[in-house]
């Protein structure tokens, strides 16, 4: 199955705030737009994982691939540590042909395109990323980077 893009429901996003320091307010106060969660929807541990994708900054041309960080192009980073658990009807499709801006029409077409050559090591990533965290715990760097999965998944099934 084809990796698809999907925007998360800012009102779960709220809701995990507290319990996921790596998530970003969807709207900061005095700001005009709401930060939009856009990203994949993988399988880990039996769950739908949301791994957003992030605008990519000058700080990320030096920065290599890794286990928990994957460059889409110039375009994107997919920051894996930052997955979270997603209940079903709380994300929704992002269909790209009906995006009415051109601009960003034009560019979630191509971070799609990049993405779907790369789903296999997304997918392979999140998983390694996953067990890493559940057994390492924050005894490594990588762990102490990643969100609390399983409280995130506990969370996640309490959420209305």
């Known amino acids: 199955m084809s990796i698809k893009l999907y925007e998360v429901n800012p009102k779960y996003i709220d809701y995990l705030i507290p319990y996921a320091p790596h998530l970003f307010q969807n709207k900061q106060p005095g700001q005009s737009n709401e930060r939009k969660y856009i990203g994949i929807v993988l399988i880990v541990n039996g769950m739908n994982y949301f ?3 992030s605008s990519f900054k000058a700080k990320h041309e030096k920065m290599k691939n890794g286990l928990d960080f994957i460059k889409v192009g110039n375009y994107a980073v997919i920051n894996i540590n930052n997955m979270f658990p ?3 009807g709380e994300y929704t499709y992002v269909d790209i042909p009906k995006v ?3 601009q960003y029409k034009k560019l979630l077409t191509t971070e ?3 993405i779907r050559k790369l789903q296999d090591k997304i997918k392979n990533h999140a998983a390694e990323v996953y067990k890493h ?3 390492k715990g924050s005894a490594t760097a990588l762990a102490k980077r990643c969100n609390d999965f399983l409280l995130l998944e506990e969370k996640s099934k309490q959420f209305k």
């Open 86 to 88: 997603v209940p079903d």
């Open 51 to 53: 791994a957003p994708l």
């Open 112 to 114: 799609y395109r990049i």
């Open 100 to 102: 009415k801006n051109p």
């Open 133 to 135: 965290k559940i057994t």
